[in-house]
């Protein structure tokens, strides 16, 4: 077992090798390892595995972990979840394409993003976790496929299909334009927008 947060922040670390023997990764175990561009581990291992250098579950239905160092990400094609901080700290990374396959987005996904400056919600995405895109700082936009019938986007910000919650907004936005009939801010919708100097929330927001 790899405990919750056990490498994280070794920002000198070049390479990790996890043996056959490994059957439990823990939260954020190997976050802001800036150095680290790849993981390796045994085909023999029986829970997790490597497409294109990123942590998996065996079948990569679940992508688990992107190493910090990475400039550029592919995904396996059967991937639906992307797992809890999967991208944290990956300062390097400009852009993300998602799979359409993709249906849920855990907390704090894309942590720390840093020069990621736009995302695409594909259709098939039916689950957003609060803090997904939290303190991306470059984040300009995040633009939601018209065919989803969870989620949509305004003014570069993500809401709820009805646009009566925002989920997230950039954290790269300088400015915010509400929708008529929003209702409700979402948990850390704001996280990291350090850029926003004022801003009028609608009278109907409770």
């Given at each position: ?6 490498f ?12 056959e ?5 823990g ?21 997790y ?5 990123c ?53 704090d ?12 919600i ?11 895109f ?11 496929s018209?065919e ?51 801003i ?7």
């Amino acid at each position: 077992r790899i405990g919750d947060e056990a490498f994280y922040g070794c920002n000198s670390l070049l390479s990790i090798i996890i043996h056959e023997s490994v059957t439990s990764i823990g939260y954020r175990a190997f976050a802001c390892c800036y150095s680290l561009a790849n993981f390796n581990i045994s085909i023999k291992n029986e829970m997790y595995s490597v497409y294109e250098g990123c942590l998996y579950n065996k079948d990569k239905s679940l992508f688990v972990a992107c190493p910090a160092g990475k400039t550029e990400v592919i995904f396996s094609e059967g991937v639906t979840k992307i797992s809890e901080s999967a991208f944290e700290g990956c300062v390097n990374l400009t852009e993300v394409r998602l799979p359409e396959k993709i249906e849920s987005i855990e907390s704090d996904a894309f942590y720390g993003c840093s020069r990621l400056l736009s995302i695409v919600i594909p259709k098939e995405v039916t689950d957003i976790w609060s803090g997904a895109f939290a303190n991306c700082g470059s984040l300009k936009e995040i633009i939601v496929s018209e065919e989803n019938r969870e989620y949509s986007s305004y003014d570069r910000c993500l809401y709820d299909r009805n646009k009566t919650t925002l989920v997230a907004c950039p954290a790269g936005k300088t400015e915010v334009i509400f929708p008529e009939g929003l209702t409700s801010i979402g948990a850390r919708a704001f996280d990291g927008c350090s850029d926003l100097a004022s801003i009028e929330l609608p009278k109907e927001v409770s």
